[in-house]
């Protein structure tokens, strides 16, 4: 597609339950980016994906947390037992290459609100 | 580890004023520095990036920053500010991490706004 797409926009799930989110990236793009954005402060990585597998996993807060990306295309954000603090704006983005160099072009996000 | 600070949380201008919003980095090399700018609801959009070279780098919408190695330093310039410019601006560092992927590591952000 032409941009980032991520659904769903908005999704407002009870304390405890499990969430996806849905990321399809730029069609060609190799790399794919999770970060979480929580209310005034700064995305904050979560994990990075170059083709299927997960590079770098470094920033997933706890195991509550996994992605995936089966066949190097749209990603998954999965997280169980989702709690209060889980709140945010889940960001995906994605590049042609794995190099920051070029650059990324973010998704609009998932407004995530668990209450 | 690398980290950005925004020592600004928001910042006020008059339209047609200049605007510079600052950002400093840590990082123990020669590191690649990126602003981004997000409007309410929206994904965050780049307005420029820094890798090598010369150290005033040129972006969209007529903002330009310049890369101080001596202050470490990527402070954010626009000579004369629109109302539209009214959003949170981000700077980032990039660096590699695990397994040669790319994280950014952003500042807190500055809110812009605007007034008439």
């Known amino acids: ?115 | 580890a690398q980290s950005v600070t925004q020592p600004d949380i928001h910042i006020t201008v008059s339209e047609g004023a200049s605007l510079e919003l600052r950002c400093n980095y840590s990082y123990g090399a020669t590191p690649y520095l990126f602003w981004y700018v997000q409007s309410p609801g929206q994904g965050l959009q780049l307005l420029l990036k820094y890798f090598s070279g010369d150290t005033l780098v040129q972006g969209i919408k007529g903002f330009e920053a310049e890369f101080k190695r001596s202050q470490s330093s990527f402070n954010l310039r626009k000579p004369s500010v629109h109302w539209s410019d009214a959003a949170e601006y981000f700077c980032a560092v990039g660096a590699l991490g695990n397994n040669a992927g790319n994280m950014l590591t952003f500042g807190g952000g500055t809110r812009l706004m605007v007034k008439p």
């Open chain 1, 1 to 115: 597609g032409a941009g980032v797409s991520q659904t769903p926009s908005n999704k407002v799930t009870e304390k405890g339950k499990y969430v996806e989110l849905r990321c399809d990236p730029i069609s060609g793009h190799t790399a794919l980016y999770w970060y979480r954005q929580s209310l005034g402060q700064g995305p904050e990585f979560l994990i990075y994906f170059q083709g299927t597998g997960a590079a770098d996993d470094s920033g997933l807060p706890n195991d509550r947390f996994f992605a995936v990306r089966p066949e190097g295309s749209v990603s998954t954000l999965k997280i169980q037992r989702t709690e209060r603090g889980d709140s945010a704006v889940y960001l995906c983005a994605s590049s042609p290459a794995g190099r920051t160099n070029y650059g990324y072009t973010f998704g609009s996000g998932t407004r995530l609100t668990v209450v």
